[in-house]
Nanobody, 126 residues
Framework: QVQLVESGGGLVQTGGSLRLSCAAS????????MGWFRQAPGKEREFVAG????????TYADSVKGRFAIFRDSAANTVYLQMNGLKPEETAVYYC???????????????????WGQGTQVTVSS
């Protein structure tokens, strides 16, 4: 059983930056695809970014390309989401998620992910 714990959320002004962390335990971290999702009040959860087990393959939602970066430190069993140029509409609870990688691709559908963290709040003020 994999446990995921997010940290790094907070309040930031428009255009600011935050780095979210997701610490994993209880599983073979290096074999899991890791993803970040977010859910704003009254909206559905949406995919933000994902990274495959090796860290060599990443994918992003179109809305964050060029501003966000996902990367993993397998030695530390941690995945990060560096967020730059934040916008007020990106205020949401950000979730880390994982599933065991079977093929070399990254799912964007949250139903593919088996493990979830508790979420961390990101608030972007205008």
């Amino acid at each position: 059983q994999v446990q995921l714990v997010e940290s790094g959320g907070g309040l930031v002004q428009t255009g600011g930056s935050l780095r979210l962390s997701c610490a994993a335990s209880g599983g073979t971290f290096r074999r899991y695809v890791m993803g970040w999702f977010r859910q704003a009040p009254g909206k559905e959860r949406e995919f933000v970014a994902g990274v495959n087990w090796s860290g060599r393959i990443t994918t992003y939602a179109d809305s964050v390309k060029g501003r966000f970066a996902i990367f993993r430190d397998s030695a530390a069993n941690t995945v990060y989401l560096q967020m730059n140029g934040l916008k007020p509409e990106e205020t949401a609870v950000y979730y880390c998620a994982a599933y065991y990688e079977r093929i070399a691709s990254i799912a964007k559908n949250d139903h593919e992910y088996d493990y979830w963290g508790q979420g961390t709040q990101v608030t972007v003020s205008s």
